[in-house]
Nanobody, 115 residues
Framework: QVQLVESGGGLVQPGGSLRLSCATS????????MGWYRQAPGKQRELVASSTAIGNRNYADSVKGRFTISRDIAKNTVYLQMNSLKTEDTAVYYC?????????WGQGTQVTVSS
């Protein structure tokens, strides 16, 4: 089992920045890919960014150039730095950890971009 705990969400004005954190614990040796997803009201959950164990990163087109995913192996933590936030980035953001046979989710953290 892998446990994920997100933090760092909140209310920010358009153009502002936030950094989300996802602390992992448990059987983390089984994890290969870490990612951030988001789900806005009335919409499906979508991939925002992901990072493989060897450092390959993937971003949704809507966040390229604004968001950066990073992993601190020593702290077993993955981050999502979000800059130049837009109102359409408003959503619940979920951390995901994926291994060869299982996928784990955090509880989600709300990000609201509003003036």
């Amino acid at each position: 089992q892998v446990q994920l705990v997100e933090s760092g969400g909140g209310l920010v004005q358009p153009g502002g920045s936030l950094r989300l954190s996802c602390a992992t614990s448990g059987s983390i040796f089984s994890i290969s890919t870490m990612g951030w997803y988001r789900q806005a009201p009335g919409k499906q959950r979508e991939l925002v960014a992901s990072s493989t164990a060897i450092g390959n990163r993937n971003y949704a087109d809507s966040v390229k150039g604004r968001f950066t995913i990073s992993r601190d192996i020593a702290k077993n933590t993955v981050y999502l730095q979000m800059n130049s936030l837009k109102t359409e980035d408003t959503a619940v953001y979920y951390c995901n950890a994926r291994g060869p046979i299982a996928s784990y989710w955090g509880q989600g953290t709300q990000v609201t971009v509003s003036s």
